[in-house]
């Protein structure tokens, strides 16, 4: 029997995890929710590398198509038989935070014959994440390659049957060829067409992907870090050590790539006129409060921080009032700095001549998908 390698990570408890009071109003937005199935095999070192740097970019390119929407990101990587692993996924989640955390593991290794496991890699997509269903939601999968799936696999679903599925749910199957192997050329475009989706082909090196520098990412990451600050987790001790790990986390990011971090930021501001998080994970009382999901005074004092369980009762509101108000502020002068980032951002774009890129073409067809 053959074995199959799934990452229970961070994000996928995210996902099933009871969440605070204050995300549940989430559910009541337009969802749009985007898997990747990724080829991890050593061919594709580059495209990853570059995919790595330009997630940020490509969720805020969602937030920029539908700003209300509940955005929910997860992956499908895939190698073959005989490598470290045949798939393993990260589920559909809200924190793309954790996402991208999960996402900078992954290193392009194995790889022999030709052929890939894309057939099984996309019945995972389909089958096992969990998407939400109804009509208010888009389900968006990006097939991304450029190996044929093995058809010998006696024991795979075969890609055509897996569409039938995707169809039935309303799943818009992409497919991005990198590189121009022919024969994976022919499947990917079948693939494309049956699931209702756009064949997309890019450099086998995922194109000229355009990391900016502007003249005001550090101040974005100032500002980002000193909304951190405003957290104040609750609920379970655990949900409480996870929101604190992201807080951690999301300054380590910013030291380590500043345009990735400042990119971050920006998706995080333009979301907080939605949901007031100054992370993605949930479990922080200032987000939920001043969305209006929960009150102080309705948190069971155990799931309280300990430092608002030493404080009275209207000292603790007065406390979270407090840090909503200086979030809010900070918000809004990170709004003004976003806002002259991101001209800066196009006005260099448009000096540049337009390349296939994998960050590209993925935000034109999100941009397109989710609007029809």
Known sequence: MRSRITRYSLAFALAVLPLPAGL???????????AFVLDTTGSMSRLIEGAKRKIWSIATAIVDSNPDANIRMGLVAYRDIGDEYVTTKIELTRDIQ???ANLLEFKARGGGDWPESVNEALDVAINKL???????????????????PHMDYAQDTKYPLTLAVARQKDIIVNTVLAGDA???ERVWRDIAQIGNGRFIAIPQDGGQVVVIETPYDQDIIILQRQINETVIPYGSPELQ????IQVEKAGRMANAAPASASDMASFINKRSKVTSQAITSGGDLVADAAAGGTSVSSVKEEDLPVRLRAMKPEERSAEVAKQIDRRKALNEQ?????????????????KAPRTSSFDGVVEDTLKAQIKR
């Open 334 to 350: 990170l709004a003004t700095l976003v806002a002259k980032r991101d001209k800066y951002v196009g006005d260099q774009l448009a």
């Open 24 to 34: 549940s109003s989430a559910m009541a937005r337009p969802t749009v929710e985007v």
């Open 241 to 244: 050590k996870r929101t604190e």
């Open 182 to 184: 022919r024969d994976t």
């Open 130 to 148: 969990q998407w939400t269903p109804g009509a208010e939601s888009r389900r968006i999968v990006f097939l991304v390659g450029d190996a044929p």
């Open 98 to 100: 954790d996402l991208y």
